[in-house]
């Protein structure tokens, strides 16, 4: 990498890797700011009031660029962008990697400590934001950080306002496919997030190859209920891989029924990418909504399992296809592919993307388990990151020595190269010395007719070390089971006693993290 963008903490790939995934023709030389490929005359973004072809997409995204320029931003600065689904958001993207800065992708959600430690550590120049989200007001917090420029997306006050970053477009200077395009966030649920850097060229490919495997072609008319800056959304294959097939975004502001449905109804919608909540919720919410979400071909369900009983309702209840996609901001991605058998398509979590993807299923000592068991997930690949930016004492405990990534992810992997997620290697509950996946034990719960929802947590116990604490959301109109009951529904379906939870709980809802997972710390803590 050149410019002022810092090698210092950014981990490259090996020169021999880097040399076979060119020679194999995964790595190329297209760049991010190169996406749009669709006819100037059809619909390229729907968002709000806004809808915009794709000629008049890439003048906005042409006159921001030399905005940004003219402001003072060069090829290697990093901006943190936190925006939510709007023409800003897509905009901003594509200008800033145009000329060759690299957004640093935070969620609406995060707040000071969050966007304060991303600031620092990119050493981001400018911070671009909302203005407000509800009650919060994101330019207060903005006046705060340690960057040169403040821009905001609506009232800006005395702020600077996106819609005055605009100048006639200028011949803008190219970024190297090697240079950092883009920084994701890690998705862990402890601790702060972790700088994911994302070159021009794996992320160009993990864009392409995705929506080469999911089918997407100018027909694609593709809606966006998750957060744009969540990797799933943004290019697996997301909003860049539509753009990339010349089809059309939609963006909705949230995965509600009352938000989404409609959208799907007017804009005749044929692909979404949801986190399993949010399809839960839908398969519900088909029976009283009255929209007519007919186009809908295929349902993407990711970001955590999907259970096998809840996949296989998607196609009677909503008419579409469902695909389960495993996958990680920091790479490895898996797909069940849209000619599967039903029955991987409802109980694997799919398999590896490119045929570059290196996949090891190891024990607690880094030895490969045989064939069909259970073990840690380790990756490398062409789009699989070789270390977080500026984090040497957490890479030298998440990646091998010879490169593999730790994924945490316990995982069986089936003859056909499909893998069945486990659960993550510290979501266990040492009950007595019984080690139970808490994943297990809430897929077995889900198969119970009275339960929308369940999480697992282990709770303290002076005794067992551990006990098991299962929190249920119940379906509305059913009777909330008991733990005698439950516990014989489970007896029932072949678990083992251990297995069964000492303490059920029931809520409307779990608390998450801002990128959707569920907070068993939140739950422990709650019952503690």
Known sequence: MTGSMSTEGFVPWPDDFEARYKAEGFWGDRVLGDVLRGDPGKTALVAGADRLTYAELDDRASRAAAGFLRLGLRRGDRVVVQLPNTTGFVVTFLALVRIGAAPVLALPAHRESEI??????????????????????????????????????????DLTALSSVDADPVDLPQPDPSDVGVFLLSGGTTGLPKLIPRTHRDYVYNLEASAEVCGFTSATVYLVVLPAAHN???????????FANGGTVVLSPSGSPDDAFPLIERERATVCAAVPPIALLWLDAVTWQDEDISSLELLQVGGAKFAAERAAEVPDALGCQVQQVFGMAEGLLNYTRLDDPRDLVEQTQGRPLSPADEIRVVDADGEDVAPGETGELLTRGPYTLRGYYRAPEHNARSFTPD????????????????LIVEGREKDQINRGGDKISAEELENHLLAHPAVHDAAVVGLPDPVMGERTCAFLIVRDGEKTPGLREMKDFLRARGVAAYKFPDRLETTDAFPRTPVGKISKKALAAAVR
């Open 232 to 242: 799933f959304a943004l290019a697996c294959p997301g909003i860049l891989g539509v």
């Open 403 to 418: 490169g593999f990534y730790r994924t945490g992810d316990l995982v069986r992997r089936l003859p056909s190269g499909h």
């Open 116 to 157: 304060r430690y991303l600031c620092e550590l990119s050493e981001a120049r400018a911070y671009v934001c909302a203005d407000r989200d509800g009650d919060f007001d994101y330019r207060a917090m903005a006046r705060t950080l340690p960057v040169e420029y403040v821009i905001v997306d609506g009232d800006a006050q």
